[in-house]
């Protein structure tokens, strides 16, 4: 106890800790003293981010990128409340004794065509992040949302076929929007976090996706309600004209466009973002830009490491591009790993939970379609997924972010894509069994682990990992690279799952569709599916407890440690041991 022993610490971070606006007691043991010397020939300003205390720039990063994954969430998931009303209103055929229903090839495109656009969108705003910067092309994604959820529910047409065109068209470039949100949120947020919290923080802005889904649903419920008790109808069985009353056509586009109002209410917070110092220090290369803006975001007193920064600029080790072969020697794998997981993730995870209401009729937690009228449809299906949402998806992002940086971003994947198996095989085995009345409760609870598992589990640590094991210059294209590889599984999943969930009887399968292996099977491959997900983690880094430069080994400066006098590069403060 009353020994004490010289440690070395870079100027830029003791100025940190004691600076007159933010005094900081220092503590640390030996892993501590250890990282604080791999630190000290690196840039100061982002040792200064990396050991800064959790503050109220941390919270209003994480509100301003999460508010965006809230919406999300929202314009993505919203559409499968609406399908079964779409169908109903704009294919209605009074000579059906069922309600009327999407064609097969509509229904496709108008669940998938949002995903289409965000995977497009991720790929191009990811590449365009690492080029023109984070927060340049952060505020056009926004826009985009916001136009284009208002033209969604705004889509015209004389025919069922022009309406679905234009919904199509406006949910594309919804997406694409949508799409540049994932590796910019994720790119950002890592880049402004600690090292000690970072997987909290990016977990927490990706949880905001489950306040998304969430919304949707109690939005669905909300406007669903008040139009029922407004027009009051029928059910399709008593009246097959006046189950659908015109005014519904107005419910969908309500719920549709609602999406915008979240989007826009963060515009001028996202304007006002300054760009993350790893960007500018790292990639742009000016250091006193990046001092500048930490040391208002901070508040503390910070200078420009240019030496530094231009020795940085001049090595060629640290320059490679992303299809070179040093890139492929140092991060192949990982990018093999984090594309390849989110990529079987998502077909599971949107296959599951774009058609939750296919498989709530199918154990008969939902009434046949002729036993309501549309709104009612509406209202029902929107309650399932509220709790759903409400008793799975929401705790399971939630309990991410509370042990990512406890237990580790590997370890919580792994045991997530373990449960997801386990569930799934569960409840597709003894399928009939679930099927059954009486057992329908237990199908669901099971249901909704998967969920909890997915999102405490694979769901989150396949977006947060991607933010920090990939080099400053790159890191915003692998994240989109990997969350477009994980949009193409989605695609999958969607399209997949709606034709593969379709029974061999008639009537076990919606009209126009096709036999498939029925939902039994459907399960058992995604199961499979997820058992795969287990053998691909294994190529994915733990990142935990440790900065971004450690991780990349792009910015230590090598060559300070010969060059600067010793009084230069470190300062001697004693602690106790």
Known sequence: MGRHLPIKIPPLLLQHHFSPYHKQTLLSGSGERHRGAMAGNQLGVLNALDVAKTQYYHFTAIVIAGMGFFTDAYDLFSISLVTKLLGRFYYFDPLSETPGTLPPKVAAAVNGVALCGTLAGQLFFGWLGDKMGRKRVYGLTLVLMVVCSLASGLSFGQSPKGVMATLCFFRFWLGFGIGGDYPLSATIMSEYANKKTRGAFIAAVFAMQGFGILAGGIVALIVSSAFDHAFNAPPYSISRAGSTRPQADYIWRIILMFGAIPA?????????????????????????????????????????????????????????????????????????????????????????????????????????????????????????????????????????????????????????????????????????????QGNHIGFIIMYSLTFFFANFGPNATTFVVPAEIFPARLRSTCHGISAASGKAGAIIGAFGFLYAAQGKKPEDRDKGYPPGIGIKNALIVLGVINLLGMVFTLLVPESKGKSLEELTGENEDEGASGDAPAAERTASQTVPE
């Open 264 to 436: 826009a209410m963060t515009y001028y917070w996202r304007m006002k973002m300054p760009e993350t110092a790893r960007y500018t220090a790292l990639v742009a290369k000016n250091a006193k830009q990046a001092a500048n803006d930490m040391s208002k975001v901070l508040n503390v007193d910070l200078e420009a490491d240019e030496e530094k920064v231009e020795r940085l600029a001049q090595d060629s080790s640290n320059n490679f591009g992303l299809f070179s072969k040093e890139f492929a020697r140092r991060h192949g794998l990982h990018l093999v790993g984090t594309t390849t997981t989110w990529f079987l993730l998502d077909i599971a995870y949107y296959s599951s939970n774009l058609f939750q209401k296919d498989i709530y009729s199918k154990v008969g937690w939902l009434p046949h379609a002729k036993d309501m009228n549309a709104i009612q449809e509406v209202y029902r299906i929107a309650r399932a997924q509220t709790l759903i949402a409400l008793c799975g998806t929401v705790p399971g992002y939630w309990f991410t972010v509370a042990f990512i940086d406890h237990i580790g971003r590997f370890a919580i994947q792994l045991m997530g894509f373990f449960f997801m198996t386990v569930f799934m095989f569960a409840l597709a085995i003894p399928y009939h069994h679930w099927t059954t």
